[in-house]
């Protein structure tokens, strides 16, 4: 299986270098992508320096505008996965091989925080809404999810072949709503415990009151992901699957 490591970065000047040191003894950065969402730091140059490959917006569109612009690079460099990791070090990748070792049974998977075996520290109030989204996501994905927030986290062949045609951009609502996109397309989900590490440097794009705030709207998107038609790219990629398959 052909493995791209995707990092969205916004900033990370501080803490990119040793998140692809830390990458890089599990992973060839020849395989990983740094999308650079219009940092004003000199996020993309350290990056590259690295050796990684590096797309740059010119402008600031948002971690799930990144992704999609991941999963296009993808598709167009033949790569049959892609793992989503953090630019600030807060990801451990000695866990990439579990994610891949669980996408035998599974479309996507989610690096957890707080399943069992996780120990991760965050406020009460993040924690409190990350479990009341994780509740509502695991509606969509027929399973448990504990950290249906979480940006650690695996898409195989069938979803990156979604993900490369759409992916969703709101903020904060993208790592959910990907979740439901990808459900009504009949992939699975799962999730394996993953720790993390506190971020390196840098900071944090979301505050606990933003994040509280951006609840209410993250169920909007939900609700809207359910009754949204599917976009055309996609809903042709389900009925070639649906002839391979006759
Ligand atoms: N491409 C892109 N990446 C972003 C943006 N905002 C945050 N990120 C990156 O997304 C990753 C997760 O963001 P972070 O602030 O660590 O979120 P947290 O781990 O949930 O607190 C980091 O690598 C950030 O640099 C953005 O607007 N665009
Ligand atoms: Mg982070």
């Known amino acids: ?86 630019g600030d070090g807060q990801h451990r990748p000695e866990h990439i091989a579990e994610l891949v070792a669980a996408a035998a049974h599974s479309d996507i998977v989610i690096g957890s925080r707080f399943a069992e075996g996780g120990t991760f520290k965050s406020s009460a109030a993040r924690r409190g809404v990350q479990r009341f989204i994780a509740r509502v996501a695991s509606l ?55 720790e993390m590490n506190e971020r390196a440097g840098g900071a944090p794009s979301q505050s606990v009151l933003r994040a509280t705030l951006y609840t209410g709207r993250i169920l909007l998107i939900l609700g809207l992901a359910t009754i949204r038609s599917v976009p055309p790219q996609i809903r042709e990629l389900r009925l070639r699957d649906r002839k391979a398959a006759a």
């Open 140 to 194: 969509y994905a027929r399973t448990r999810l504990t950290d249906a927030t979480s940006g650690f986290r695996l898409a195989g062949p069938r979803a990156v072949a979604v993900f490369a045609e759409h992916y969703p951009v709101e903020w904060l609502g993208d790592t959910v709503e990907s979740i439901v996109l990808a459900t009504r397309q009949g992939l699975t989900v799962r999730e394996i415990p993953v």
């Open 1 to 86: 299986m052909r493995l791209l490591v995707a990092i969205p970065a916004l900033n990370e000047a501080a803490a990119i270098s040793g998140a692809l040191a830390a990458l890089a003894q599990v992973q060839s950065l020849d395989d990983v992508v740094v999308i650079d969402d219009g940092s004003r730091d000199a996020t993309a140059q350290i990056a590259r320096d690295a050796g990684a490959h590096v797309v740059s917006h010119a402008i600031n569109l948002g971690v799930g505008a990144a992704m999609g612009t991941a999963f296009k690079y993808a598709a167009r460099n033949g790569y049959d996965a892609v793992v989503q990791f953090d």
